[in-house]
């Protein structure tokens, strides 16, 4: 069935400026933002909060019992888990390095992909993280792959951090973002790749301004 509105899915690794790019891509267009990582991020804290270890050999049935009745809902800007506001509880860094860790197991991404296409199936949407090109929708209109250089990226991710009031230094966010890309490429399940068809765009040495400016042209002169 043909959307009314399109479907735009940014993918690329951690520090590439996704987020950045996505929502201000969205604003610009009058689309909904759709942060997945976020929503990954939101599993990971439900899951802290019920001391799952996804190590741990009962992990597997104790995460589709959470994931059942699990409630995720993007609005506007903010993520809304089991009707609370987490927005501004996920960016803490070992929240993220257990979202990654969780995207390895098969009973996430599955009930993931789920809430994912429903969040954009109507269209209308920016949607970014690591598999929406390639997996959550290989249809949609638009897709694009952003990446950097992986010390700009590292730069960048140590100064979200220290806005975040997490102490990182560029050489410590290099180390946890390329066991990221390590992770995230070699996963069985929907591993982070650009999509035969996306456009891919570096955004070394440009602003986030230049980079939406790019994307923005793409998707209105079709």
Same mark, same amino acid.
């Given at each position: 069935m043909k959307r009314r509105r399109p479907i735009v899915a940014i993918d690329g690794p951690v520090g590439a400026g996704k987020s950045t790019v996505a929502r201000?891509?969205? *604003?610009?267009?009058?689309?909904?933002? $759709?942060?997945?990582? +976020?929503?990954?991020?939101? $599993?990971? #804290?439900?899951?802290?909060?019920?001391?799952?270890?996804?190590?741990? +050999?009962? +992990?597997?049935?104790?995460?589709?019992?959470? #994931?059942?009745?699990? *409630? #995720?809902? $993007?609005?506007?800007?903010?993520?809304?888990?089991?009707?609370?506001? $987490?927005?501004?509880?996920?960016?803490?860094? +070992?929240?993220g390095d257990l979202a990654s860790r969780l995207s390895t197991l098969g009973v996430v991404r599955a009930r993931m992909r789920e809430l994912q296409r429903a969040a954009g199936a109507n269209g209308g949407v920016v949607m970014e993280g690591r598999d929406i090109g390639t997996a959550i929708f290989s249809d949609a209109e638009f897709k694009f792959y952003l990446d950097a250089d992986p010390r700009e990226r590292a730069a960048r991710r140590a100064r979200e951090l220290a806005a975040n009031g997490v102490k990182c230094t560029v050489e410590e966010a290099l180390e946890a973002l390329l066991e990221r890309d390590r992770r995230d490429r070699e996963r069985a399940l929907a591993p982070l790749r650009q999509a035969a068809d996306a456009q891919a765009i570096d955004s070394t040495g440009l602003t986030i301004e230049q980079v939406v400016a790019r994307l923005s042209a793409v998707v209105k002169g079709r």
């Amino acid at each position: 069935m043909k959307r009314r509105r399109p479907i735009v899915a940014i993918d690329g690794p951690v520090g590439a400026g996704k987020s950045t790019v996505a929502r201000e891509l969205a *604003r610009e267009l009058g689309f909904t933002y $759709v942060n997945t990582g +976020a929503m990954y991020r939101a $599993v990971a #804290l439900a899951a802290r909060s019920q001391g799952i270890d996804p190590a741990a +050999a009962s +992990a597997t049935e104790r995460l589709e019992q959470m #994931l059942a009745t699990l *409630r #995720l809902e $993007v609005d506007g800007p903010r993520l809304m888990l089991d009707g609370r506001d $987490v927005t501004g509880e996920l960016g803490e860094p +070992a929240l993220g390095d257990l979202a990654s860790r969780l995207s390895t197991l098969g009973v996430v991404r599955a009930r993931m992909r789920e809430l994912q296409r429903a969040a954009g199936a109507n269209g209308g949407v920016v949607m970014e993280g690591r598999d929406i090109g390639t997996a959550i929708f290989s249809d949609a209109e638009f897709k694009f792959y952003l990446d950097a250089d992986p010390r700009e990226r590292a730069a960048r991710r140590a100064r979200e951090l220290a806005a975040n009031g997490v102490k990182c230094t560029v050489e410590e966010a290099l180390e946890a973002l390329l066991e990221r890309d390590r992770r995230d490429r070699e996963r069985a399940l929907a591993p982070l790749r650009q999509a035969a068809d996306a456009q891919a765009i570096d955004s070394t040495g440009l602003t986030i301004e230049q980079v939406v400016a790019r994307l923005s042209a793409v998707v209105k002169g079709r």
